[in-house]
């Protein structure tokens, strides 16, 4: 019998093989993102939500959107070509990533989908999903992007 690997070891595994630093740490549940980033000592906006997004052909996407910002629905329609897309339901998301909502990360995804990141989070060290509940992960944005050779664009609105 093989040993079950954690979301976040999937993470680490995946960050280490791109060469990418990663601090994940853990962390009480947070009711929202504001007292998510008192908890960690950050701002909200330093918090990026990663959202899968469904394409009408059945493939997903990466959409990497710091707090206080949502995704822009035609920004990211005219980014990816298309003229539909959707968040899917969590079971689809989980199918689709490996990760439960609230956990999600390109890091690790048991398919690496296309990743979109808002050109706001650029220059900045931020934090996201960890792969699991409970953990968070820091990582410079730049070598973020860089390491899962992501689309940088303007992509979200303010919430």
Known sequence: MGETITGSERVLADAE???LDVE?????AAR?????AELLGITPADIVKSLVVKRSDDTFLFALVPGGRKISWPKLRALVGVNKLQLPDASLALAATGYERGTITPLGSTTAWPVFIDETIVGRRVSMGAGEHGRSLFVDADALIAALGATVADLSDPE
Do not use: K, Q, V
Not at 24 to 28: S, V
Not at 32 to 36: G, H, K, M, N, Y
């Open 17 to 19: 093989a791109r060469g």
């Open 24 to 28: 994940i740490i853990e962390r009480p």
């Open 32 to 36: 929202s993102l504001e007292e998510a």
